[in-house]
Structure formats: C-alpha cells, structure tokens
C-alpha cells in the first residue's frame, strides 16, 4: 500500500513557474514508477509525465516537452514535478499516481490532487 500526498500546487501568472511534490508513504516507493497526471474542469484525466522506478526513463506529453520535467528522490519518498513557462491551459488538478511501469496507464495508488491555477 502507498498514500500519496501532494503540495506546491498555487497561482502562479503566465510565463512562471511552479514545482509540485509527491510525498510517498511505505518503505516500497523505490519499487514503484510515478506519474503526473492532471484535470481540467469539464475535462477527462489526461497523462502530463511517469518516471521510471531508478530515475533513468522519463515519458511526457507532448504538450509539456520541454517545459516540464518530472523527477524523484527516492531517499525523501518524493516525485516532483518542474513546471515552467507555465500557460492558462495548464490549469488543472495535478495527480500523482503509483504504478509498476511508466507510462500512461497501470496506476495503482493516487494521491488527492493539488490545485494549479495559471491567470493571463
């Protein structure tokens, strides 16, 4: 079993930036890939970034190559999430999810969601 927390989420102006955290309960965290996905109102879940379980591999969605970077520190339980250049599309509910591949589907565990507002 792994709880999912996590932070950072806030409003931020176009152009900024923001990092979110994922803090990981349970001794197992280093076993797991993560993953970033995000909501939009009157919008289905959408895949925004996984990570494999060393680090080594990392997947993104086109629409946030080169602005997002995903990364873990398996020593803190923690997976992040690097956004900048930040646009109003961007605004979502941003999840972390558990899983044992990386990728965009096989999420086991979810975390509650954190709120990520991007104004024009």
């Known amino acids: 079993q792994v709880q999912l927390v996590e932070s950072g989420g806030g409003l931020v102006q176009a152009g900024g930036s923001l990092r979110l955290s994922c803090a990981a309960s349970?001794?197992?965290?280093?076993?797991?890939?993560m993953g970033w996905f995000r909501q939009a109102p009157g919008k289905e879940r959408e895949f925004v970034a996984a990570i494999s379980w060393s680090g080594g591999s990392t997947y993104y969605a086109d629409s946030v190559k080169g602005r997002f970077t995903i990364s873990r520190d398996n020593a803190k339980n923690t997976v992040y999430l690097q956004m900048n250049s930040l646009k109003p599309e961007d605004t979502a509910v941003y999840y972390c999810?558990?899983?044992?591949?990386?990728?965009?589907?096989?999420?086991?565990?979810w975390g509650q969601g954190t709120q990520v507002t991007v104004s024009s």
């Open positions: 349970g001794r197992t965290f280093s076993s797991y890939a």
């Open positions: 999810a558990a899983g044992s591949t990386a990728g965009q589907l096989g999420y086991d565990y």
